[in-house]
């Protein structure tokens, strides 16, 4: 009787530990860079001009962009990839699509993006806010 016990908890403990390790999410590879981000404004360097943004949103995670516009939706959503050099601190809009298209330059100019493959310089990323830099513009996003 005790070896009946003895075997089924042993059973019952083994099978409680795969059933955890089976469930665990992917972690995110940058924690400070990934996650969701409010769009708050684009700062245009040649003019110093600064506008405010009404709900634009970016999404970013393993290397995957979602640019959302929440406020007017009068603009797409904007899926695409994007690589992050941690090094060097830049981050690269490779990719960007409408559905199967490419998005035009005044679609992604929206979100703050002048094209596809526009290199970000990375001034701030701390988790809670983030600041970017390119040739053109500069953004400053919050956190979410």
Do not use: H
């Amino acid at each position: 009787m005790y070896q009946v016990k003895y075997l089924f908890r042993t059973l019952c403990i083994v099978s409680l530990l795969a059933l955890l390790t089976a469930c665990t999410e992917k972690a995110p590879v940058y924690p400070d860079l990934e996650g969701n981000w409010k769009l708050e404004r684009i700062e245009t360097n040649a003019t110093g001009n600064t506008e405010s943004c009404n709900r634009l949103y970016w999404a970013l995670q393993l290397g995957i962009i979602k640019l959302n516009d929440r406020g007017t939706n009068e603009n797409p959503q904007i899926i695409g990839a994007y690589l992050y050099d941690e090094g060097a601190k830049t981050l690269t809009m490779a990719e960007m699509y409408i559905g199967k298209t490419v998005p035009t330059q005044q679609q992604l100019q929206v979100y703050g993006i002048p094209s596809v493959g526009t290199v970000f310089n990375v001034l701030q990323c701390d988790g809670d806010n983030m600041v970017l830099r390119c040739e053109e513009y500069t953004l400053y996003l919050r956190s979410f």
